[in-house]
Structures are given as C-alpha cells and as structure tokens.
C-alpha cells in the first residue's frame, strides 16, 4: 500500500497536500510521509496540479532526498497538464541556484519536447511557459542559448494564438539579449498570425528601433526610425490598450522632429500624447507584475521618456541666443548631445541629435560664449569635462570648414526658403526665428497663387501631408509632385461623386453599373489626369514594372509614381483595402516608397456612399520579409451609385377629392 499512516488509516499524497492547502499550514516532505511515500505515488503525483510544491520541496530537499525529489519534478514538467502549476514550477527552479545547477540539463529536453509536441490547443498555454523557462534558463547561463534561439528562428506563423502572441514577445526580448538577425525573420513570420500580429509587431518594430541607435549612417538611422514607426503603428491599430506602441511612435516623432529642426510648438503635440501614453501604460503595468525578464526594457521605456522630454526642451532652448540660466539649461542640452552614452548605444542617438545642437552653437555667438564660461570653470569641468569638451572641438571643426556638418539628409523644415536660396540647407546666418518667419510668409503667398475651394480637399491635403511626412522619400521635386497628383486625384474622387449623367455622359455609365470593373475606373482616371497633369509622362498598363505591368505609371524623369486600380465588392474600410496593399506596394520596389491604391467599391446601395473625407486616406506597412516601409494613398470612388431621390421610400399622391 502507498500512502502515510494516520492510525489505522491510509491517506494518500494528494489528500494530505489537500489538506495542508485547506488548513493554511506548511507542507514539508516528512508531512507527506517521506520520500519513500512520495516515491511510491510518483505516477499519479507527476499528473497533479501540483508540480510547484513539488519544486518547492525540491529547492529546499536534504541531500538524501535529491535524487527522487528532482526525478518527480522533471517527469512532472514531462507530464503534467496543468499550465498554472508548470508556470510556478519553472520560477522556482531558475529562481534557486542548487536546484537549477541540479537538474537543468535534463529539464532542457523536457522544454524542448513540451514546445515542440504542441499538437492539441491545450498544450500550447504550456509551450508558451516552456519556451519563456528555456529562454529565462539561457539568461542566467545554466544551459546554451541556442537551445532557445534554434526553437524561436524555427517558429513559424502557428496557428494558435497563445502560444504565438508569447513566443513574440519572447522572441523579442531574445533578439534585444542576442542580436541574432534571424529573429527578426522569425518575428516577421509571426505577423501572420491574426492574434499574435499586434505583439510581434510591436516587438519587430522596437528591433528596428534598436537597430536605428546603433546605425553608422544617418540614413540608415532614418530608414530604421521610418521601419519602427510603422510597425508600431500597426501594433497600434491591431490590439486595444497598446499605450506602449503609441509612447513609443511619439518618441520617435519627437527625435525625427528635433533631427528636422521642428521649433519646441511643433513638437509640443508629440510631447503630449507621449505624456497621456506613458500615464495610461503607468495604469496598466499597476494591474500585474511585469516579469524579472522584462526590468530592463520598463528601465529604458523610462529613459526614452526623459530623453524626449529633454529634447523638446532643448528645441526651444536652442531658438534663443542667449540663456538666463546658462548652467542648468546647458545641462539638458548635454543629456541630448551625449544620448548614446546613456542608452549605451552606438552612435544612432548622436547622428539624430548632435548636428542641431552643433549648428546652433556656430550660428548663435551667446550661446558659445555661455559654454565657454563654464569650460572655464572648474566646479563644471569635473562633471561636464568630456562632453563639453567633445562638444567644444566639434564647433571648432565645423567653424574651420575641417569637418562636413553633420546634417547630410532629411527632409528640411525650411522647403519654400530653400528653394527660393537655392540652397540644400539652412545658412548659419540665418537665426531659427528668421527662417520660421520667412517661410510662413513664402507658403502663405503660394497658398494666395493657387487656392482650393473646397474645405473639405483642404482638410485631407492638410492631412495626407502631415501623415506623409514620415516617408524618407517624400521631400523637395517628389513632394510636389506627389502633391500636385494627390490633389488631381481628391479632386477626381469628388467629381465622380458630385456629377450626374448629365456632366459626365457616357464617361460616367461605369459608376452606376454594378458590372463596371477596374479597367472602367482606370480608363477615367487616365483621361482626368491626361487633362489636368500634363507636367508628367502619364502611361496605362506599363510592363516591366516589379516583373509585372503598372496599371497607371506617371513618370517624372528621376522619379515615378503608380497608381494601381482594384475593384471591390461590398463595402470597403481601411481593413478590407488592406489586402490590396502587397501588390501596389510591390511597385514601389525599385523607385520611391510612395504610391496610390485606387479601388472601385461595388456594393448594393441603400444608403449615401461614403463621404469624400472617408474616401482617401493614407496608409503604411511594411511587407513580410522586408525592412523598408511602404506609403500609400488609398482612394474609394463608390460604385453602383443612386441618386440622392431614390434613397428616400416612395408614397402614394393622395387622390384629388371631387
């Protein structure tokens, strides 16, 4: 007989751990009976919900009582279904050193074959928490890395959405840890699965925004920024309460915003979201306990937040000639020039901030004179030495000509003044405040030679070119000419939801047919822009374009556009134009990463059609197995139109009384 004596009575292992849980006091091998009695249970004990006293017993065994106890747990970890149990169990075990040391080589296999053999929906809560306690064991050095790496570059697009949705997040703190390029393929896989696309997207895009600080160029910084943010928008939209995604997607418009020497007003929307995210990811992380493996990303999602808050303050610092309070004032500034050593990161940081703090040194002469002063003082050269130093030789540098300014791309925030100069970038003799005056003026008087009407294409102008500013492509001839063809297609859009049979003759029999097709659409489209773009070698159904054929192709000399036209049955949104995306994308390959989707919407109408303000709107992803974004608008122009009188129901005249 198994079990332990009370009296007469024979009480098994799983009744007196029941007991013990119901009376509140300690259970301790000898309670249970002695190891022998465990031993002899050891079948049915390794099935129970129990394995994380088990693991206790384990950490706190006597010598003698190792060697049964740590065969019970390991069969345990093999066997059990409980995920809760398994979960405390693994905690305890990377959590006690002697017991780690003592059975991690074994319990690595068990891991190993518990995430690998998730065939059932049941077993995958328990390989996400196998694969966290292999990637957590790797951590402390107890077992290889690779254990864990070669299980997360092998994921693929699973099926259930626990176990993806963990191995994510995983994934992505392995890659900050390891830097192993093949978990961003993994990561990218991992998009594919609909409960797991916001969490792998999120973790894909703070990859890439690891990888932008750690760029050697400041291209490359901008192109990695360009990948991140974009992704984490779409981490964003996927899941709710993602306060995370968005902090960070207005960390990264702040540090664009100073790169593009946006004055401290511009940039002070940015702050604000940032403050309310960071408040709302405050209230979320009270309602758990973030996990020991996670510390260190909450520490840097703390620095981020204190560096653009710092950076803000430097972009208005930097606009004045001379500061009041030298001392604190270049303190901050210093916590901006000097970001990579904070972040410990290699350089990105620098290439982002320094240029607009070293310009702003050779063009104001008070504010060199206040870093002079306190180079001059010794109380500040014994905490400030280095940078300011650092600091000091590069405005040397860039006053003697015997360094190039740092600032060699970007977008300028100064469009309409540099090009009236005809220069690149903005004269050193120039002051911020001068420039901000000086192109408010400029586009005031070209908004006066070339006014719009209506309202509401002002509003979606205003719009798609706020959001188009995260495009690295969209800046000087490219952005006006993708302007002038955005424009021509807004105003396309409502014309042919403005203009009756009457206008358009049998131009327009396409839009009430609910047999009209794509081609319909694109042939009107080219007329329209035949007529009203000249400025452009506009063609239809141009081969050779990413190895197919470009349904609308405007060509500019350096620089092309395509419009790719798509027709659509049932109501469309953004979601369901979504899957359009890959193709007009796939022609922006070899050219700039801007474009237009064009989609004829078919459905049975009972209602108006979409307003003109819900029918453009402007869209970025990033392909699977790519790490360049892509940018595109998308325009509805709805079909199978009725008239407004044909929405209304029909009543009878009342008969005329004799």
């Known amino acids: 007989m198994s079990g332990s004596h009370l009296g007469h009575a024979t009480v098994s292992v799983l009744s007196l751990i029941e007991d013990h849980l119901e009376s509140g006091t300690s259970i301790t091998v000898s309670s249970l009976g002695g190891v022998r009695a465990i031993e002899s249970e050891a079948d049915i004990v390794a099935r129970a919900p129990y394995l994380d006293i088990f693991a206790c017993l384990a950490s706190e065994a006597e010598l003698q009582d190792t060697e049964v106890l740590d065969a019970l747990l390991l069969r345990g970890f093999a066997e059990t279904d409980n995920a809760c149990s398994f979960r405390d169990a693994a905690n305890t075990v990377i959590s006690s050193s002697s017991l780690r040391e003592r059975i991690s080589a074994r319990l690595t296999k068990a891991l190993e074959l518990r ?35 070669r299980i997360m570059a092998s994921l693929d697009s699973d099926p259930d959405g626990i176990f993806a949705a963990h191995a994510a997040k995983l994934t992505g703190a392995a890659f900050h840890v390891w830097r192993d390029d093949e978990l961003l393929a993994t990561l990218d896989r991992l998009r594919n699965t609909t409960e797991a696309e916001g969490e792998a997207s999120f973790e894909l895009g703070l990859a890439h925004l690891s990888l932008a600080l750690d760029a050697e160029s400041i291209d490359k910084v901008l192109l990695e920024l360009e990948t991140a943010y974009t992704l984490l928008k779409r981490a964003q939209h996927t899941d709710d ?28 929307p940015s702050l604000q ?74 350089g990105g940081l620098g290439r982002l901030l320094q240029p607009r703090i070293e310009a702003s040194f050779v063009r104001e002469r008070g504010l060199l004179g206040h870093l002079d002063e306190l180079l001059s003082e010794n109380s500040w050269m014994q905490v400030h030495a280095d940078t300011s130093n650092l600091l000091r030789a590069r405005i040397t540098q860039l006053k003697d000509g015997s360094v190039p300014a740092g600032k060699s791309s970007g977008a300028s925030p100064y469009p309409q003044l540099l090009r009236a100069l005809n220069y690149d970038r903005l ?34 102008l205003r719009g798609m070119g706020t959001a188009l500013t995260q495009c690295l492509d969209y800046e000087n001839e490219v952005r006006a000419d993708f302007d002038e063809m955005m424009l021509q297609i807004i105003l396309f859009c409502q014309s042919r939801q403005d203009a009756g049979v009457k206008e358009l003759g049998d131009r327009g029999n396409y839009l009430r047919d609910p047999d009209a097709t794509e081609f319909d659409l694109q042939n009107d489209l080219w007329q329209w822009l035949a007529g009203n773009f000249p400025s452009c070698d506009l063609k239809t159904e141009v081969e050779g374009v990413a190895t197919g054929r470009a349904d609308i192709y405007a060509g500019f000399g350096t620089h092309r556009l395509i419009i790719e036209m798509k027709r659509h049955h049932g109501h469309l949104d953004k979601d369901a134009a979504r899957k359009y995306c890959n193709q007009a994308g796939a022609y922006q390959n070899t050219n700039v990463k801007l474009g237009f989707l064009g989609i004829l919407e078919i459905v049975e109408r009972s209602d108006p059609p979409a307003s003109l303000e819900e029918c453009v709107w402007y869209e970025s992803f990033v392909p699977h197995g790519s790490q360049v974004t892509r940018h595109l608008v998308t325009f509805r122009v709805p079909g199978n139109l009725r008239s407004p009188s044909s929405l209304s129901p029909k009543t009878n005249k009342p008969k005329k009384k004799v």
């Open 115 to 149: 995430v690998e053999n998730r065939s059932e929906p049941m077993q995958n809560l328990l390989a996400a928490y196998a694969l966290e306690a292999l990637f957590r064991l790797a951590l402390t050095g107890v077992i290889s890395k690779f254990s864990p790496l």
């Open 241 to 268: 309460d993602r306060a995370d995604a968005t902090a960070y997607c207005f960390a990264i418009d702040l540090v664009r915003g100073f790169w593009r020497e946006a004055s401290e007003l511009e940039l002070r």
């Open 273 to 346: 979201g940032l403050t309310k995210a960071v408040s709302d990811r405050a209230r979320q992380l009270n309602r758990y306990q973030l996990p020991d493996w996670l510390e260190t990303r909450s520490d840097r999602d703390i620095q981020w937040t204190r560096l653009v808050i710092a950076t803000q303050r430097a972009a208005s610092d930097l606009q004045k000639p001379s500061w009041l309070k030298a001392w604190s004032v270049m303190e901050q500034l210093l916590i901006v020039y000097d970001a990579d050593s904070s972040f410990q990161t290699q």
């Open 427 to 460: 004269p050193p003799e120039i002051s911020v405040a001068a420039a901000e005056a000086l192109e408010q003026a400029l586009c005031t008087r070209i908004g006066r030679e070339r006014r719009i009407a209506n309202p509401i294409v002002q509003k979606l």
